[in-house]
């Protein structure tokens, strides 16, 4: 069920719709809010909207190396997973022969 949930970010109040748990709309909100707040200190001057678009870039950033590194894992896996497989073969051959 779409439900509609009032949180505020950067001193803004915003209506969201969606189906998440109430709960996890606001951690959202408090996470950009944090991420705003952060990179606000950074900055000697700047616009409302040039803070939100450099936090959308740095959020889509975190968002980006974290892909990036669960695919290196993957790999990672996949990789010692063959090795598994090829000295089981190994093992066989040498049992088998």
Do not use: C, W
Not at 65 to 78: A, M, N, P
Not at 85 to 91: A, V
């Amino acid at each position: 069920m779409t439900r509609t949930i009032e949180v505020e970010v950067y001193g803004q109040r915003f209506s969201l719709q969606g189906e998440a748990d109430e709960k996890y709309f606001h951690e959202l909100a408090k996470y950009v809010d944090g991420q705003m707040r952060m990179l606000s200190q950074k900055m000697t001057t700047g616009t409302p909207t040039k803070l939100a678009i450099l936090t959308a870039i740095n959020i889509a950033d975190q968002l980006f190396q974290q892909k990036r590194r669960r695919k290196g894992s993957e790999e990672d896996i996949e990789r010692k997973a063959q090795e598994i497989l090829e000295s089981i073969e190994r093992q066989l051959d040498v049992h088998l022969a």
